[in-house]
């Protein structure tokens, strides 16, 4: 399982700014990086938010929604 806590930064993002991103969405969910595509993936929805010159941008304008709605892997806990 991915355990972000005492990781160094993903996806350029510090540590701290890890623990205070949310998701925009109603669910205002915690978010994962997703190293592959270097996006941010909201844990609930399933929106992906771009990151630019380090900077999240959580913003549903320029949110991508999964092809399939909500992606059941990212919602699985145990
Ligand atoms: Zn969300």
């Known amino acids: 399982m991915t355990d972000l806590t005492g990781r160094p930064a993903?996806?350029?993002?510090?540590?701290?700014l890890w623990e205070i991103?949310?998701?925009?969405?109603?669910a205002h969910a915690p978010v994962v990086p997703d190293e592959?595509?270097?996006?941010?993936?909201c844990t609930e929805c399933g929106r992906s938010f771009p990151v630019r010159d380090g900077i999240p941008v959580m913003?549903?304008?320029?949110?991508?929604?999964?092809?399939d709605g909500v992606q059941g892997d990212l919602l699985a806990e145990g």
């Open 10 to 16: 993903s996806l350029g993002i510090s540590a701290d």
């Open 36 to 41: 592959a595509t270097g996006r941010i993936v």
């Open 59 to 67: 913003l549903l304008d320029e949110a991508t929604l999964p092809p």
């Open 21 to 26: 991103l949310a998701c925009p969405c109603p």
